[in-house]
């Protein structure tokens, strides 16, 4: 059964194409390679044995998509990643972020109705809580304004698709995902962001690794146990294990409603500070870091709800903190062998 899976080469998609292979789905990638890289195929390969069929081209581009879904009429369902996921990116370039997210959405919606496609899975954040005035969030939790353009076009996202399903027979499921670290068990495929990371985990293992001088934690002066910001950190496989849940949910009719919306997290939170020092723990390595002010955009604390998807979608996170810290670092301990040996060569 061949499922299209949108920014298959990503953080998220590379790990969820992995899954879907090692349960027997045939996988096809579209992605504009904008902020990963095509080596990621050969590594998926590596770890299944199986080189997803890719295609190069922009979801914004209605012409390209709606020409790719008119020769791959056998699709079954459609897990849809690509977009832009910078916070701090997106308050700069406000358009660049509704431009490239609500496009190549639409241009999705429009095709999969087009071609009567009728499951789609649909990446969505924990964003769209904004500061929640109660912890941890559910799926009921109301929606606040969002704290970033990125933000917004989760938000609006999901309006989008909960305004068209009903008029296009597509059934979606909505995750949102709370903050996605950790890599593959063979550290052939992990975070790999491309420049300054944003994200606290990868600037982490960086910094531990020597390419960056120090961590700087934004913020002690929050009002949590230490002063630092509260996440509710989530492995990466566990996340991408729930996209085929979700996905087979659909398939199988046993979705509740035509679209139905997940918090994908695993119940608990942790500060800055407690991460550090899980990451300390796991690896034996000292981290060098120091207080800076709060970054803009921030929110105080989020962590999730997580009983309808432990009950309803019968999915639930199994890998704590440390082993999130460790894939984390052993992957980061892969990158840095793979540079040491492009330079002897
Ligand atoms: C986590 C905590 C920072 C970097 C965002 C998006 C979310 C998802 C993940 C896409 C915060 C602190 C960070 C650093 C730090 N994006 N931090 N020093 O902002 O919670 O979530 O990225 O899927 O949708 O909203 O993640 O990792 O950037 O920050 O102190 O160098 O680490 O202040 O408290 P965030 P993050």
């Known amino acids: 059964?061949?499922?299209?899976?949108?920014?298959?080469?990503?953080?998220?998609?590379?790990?969820?194409?992995?899954?879907?292979?090692?349960?027997?789905?045939?996988?096809?990638?579209?992605?504009?390679?904008?902020?990963?890289?095509?080596?990621?195929?050969?590594?998926?390969?590596k770890i299944t044995g199986i080189l997803p069929e890719f295609h190069e081209f922009d979801l914004c581009n209605e012409y390209l998509t709606a020409k790719f879904f008119d020769n791959n009429k056998d699709i079954k369902g459609v897990i849809h990643f690509a977009a832009h996921k910078a916070v701090g990116e997106s308050v700069e370039k406000p358009l660049k972020y509704y431009r490239n997210n609500l496009f190549s959405l639409i241009n999705i919606m429009q095709c999969m109705n087009e071609h009567q496609i009728k499951n789609l899975v649909f990446s969505s954040s924990c964003t769209v809580y904004g500061q929640a005035t109660e912890l941890p969030v559910t799926e009921k939790t109301s929606i606040q304004k969002a704290f970033s353009p990125y933000g917004h076009t989760k938000q609006i996202s999901e309006e989008i698709i909960e305004c068209s399903v009903k008029s296009s027979g597509i059934k979606a499921t909505l995750l949102r995902y709370f903050n996605p670290i950790g890599a593959h068990e063979t550290a052939l495929i992990g975070e790999l962001p491309i420049g300054v990371p944003n994200n606290l985990v990868p600037f982490i293992t960086q910094t531990a690794i020597g390419k960056r001088e120090n961590l700087n934690v934004f913020g002690n002066d929050y009002n949590t146990p230490d002063g630092t910001c509260i996440r509710d950190y989530i492995h990466v496989v566990d996340l991408a294990k729930a996209h085929i849940i979700a996905f087979e949910r659909m398939f199988n009719n046993l979705s509740k409603s035509d679209c139905e919306i997940f918090n994908i997290g695993t119940g608990k939170g942790y500060t800055v500070l407690e991460a550090i020092r899980s990451f300390e723990k796991v690896s034996g390595k000292k981290l060098n870091f120091k207080f800076a002010k709060r970054r803009q955009g921030d929110i105080e604390k989020v962590w999730a709800d997580t009983t309808y998807a432990n009950n309803e979608l019968g999915w639930k996170a199994e890998k704590d903190i440390d082993d999130m810290m460790l894939s984390a670092w052993k992957w980061e301990v892969e990158l840095s062998n793979k540079v040491k040996i492009r330079h002897k060569a």
């Open 1 to 45: 059964m061949k499922i299209l899976v949108t920014g298959g080469t990503g953080f998220i998609g590379s790990h969820t194409v992995v899954e879907l292979q090692q349960k027997g789905y045939e996988v096809v990638i579209i992605d504009n390679l904008s902020t990963s890289v095509k080596e990621v195929l050969y590594s998926i390969e």
